[in-house]
């Protein structure tokens, strides 16, 4: 049954252990329905392995997740994912419009039904990237990729969005242009956003929530609370430095 007022977001003693080397040890917080969280921590602090457990793609040892009350998995057509894009293979020879759709089926759709095209080309629309429907993806920008894995994310107009470094490689406008189109998808419909970002300047002024993980939980507030010199110094060590990070 799911919970009235349950969280959007709900990360129970969550530990993952990939081998011997212990990823995620003991995380828990709540995301309420309709917050903006940014998760920051440095390269290797399990951030992405905190957003497939909510996805229900890495099993923890210990702990669960659930999203609305209810177990992680159990309904994906509520969850939008953006994945990492450096991780993509860019030469994959499918059109815009098939990747929005394969959002629609979760699988690569061998024709589309009109109803899915309808559906694909609103969700582009939303983005700005209409256009790009029958582009091919390898000939994408950067940008334009995103705003395409953007759409796919979208395109069942989830209620959480989880997005794994969705502005890294992109330039400074089409950043903007993403935080604003994810604070318009919320105003409308009141969905939760959780995203994964190295920028902690762009979380400070953007996310209602923030998340300081590397490996444990080191803050979990509003930005003011939690981007504050000691919360990141235990997380980032000295890494800060290297990102070149303003706060
Ligand atoms: N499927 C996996 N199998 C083994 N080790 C993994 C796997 N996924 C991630 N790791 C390791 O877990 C650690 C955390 O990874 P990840 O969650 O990707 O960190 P982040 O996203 O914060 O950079 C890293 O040391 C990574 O190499
Ligand atoms: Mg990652």
């Not at 995620?24 to 329905?33: G, M, Q």
């Not at 039904?113 to 629309?125: I, N, Q, Y």
Request: net charge neutral; glycine share 8%.
């Amino acid at each position: 049954m799911p919970l009235l007022h349950a969280p959007a977001l709900h990360v129970h003693h969550v530990s993952v252990r990939f081998g011997e080397a212990e990823v995620l040890s003991d995380v828990s917080f709540d995301l309420d329905a309709g917050e903006f969280l940014a998760i920051v921590g440095p390269n290797g602090a399990g951030k992405s392995t905190l957003i497939k457990v909510a996805l229900d793609l890495v099993t923890p040892l210990t702990g669960h997740a659930a999203l609305f009350g209810e177990d992680a998995g159990r309904h994906p057509e509520r969850v939008g994912y953006v994945p990492q894009l450096k991780t993509f293979d860019r030469t994959f020879p499918a059109t815009v419009l098939e990747l929005v759709v394969s959002g629609l089926r979760r699988s690569w759709p061998a024709w589309v039904r009109a109803a899915e095209r309808d559906a694909a080309r609103a969700a582009l629309a939303q983005v700005g990237a209409e256009k790009l429907a029958t582009r091919t993806l390898p000939k994408l920008s950067g940008g334009e990729l995103q705003r395409a894995f953007l759409a796919r994310a979208l395109v069942r107009r989830p209620s959480l969005v989880l997005l794994d470094e969705p502005a890294t490689g992109v330039d400074f406008l089409a950043e903007h242009d993403l935080y604003d189109l994810l604070e318009r998808y919320q105003a409308v419909g009141g969905a939760t956003v959780a995203m994964i970002t190295h920028d902690l300047a762009a979380a400070r002024y953007h996310a209602s929530r923030v998340a300081v993980l590397n490996r444990r939980l080191h803050g979990f507030g509003t930005p003011d609370d939690v981007l504050c010199e000691s919360c990141l110094k235990k997380a980032f060590g000295h890494l800060r430095h290297a990102h070149g990070i303003a706060v």
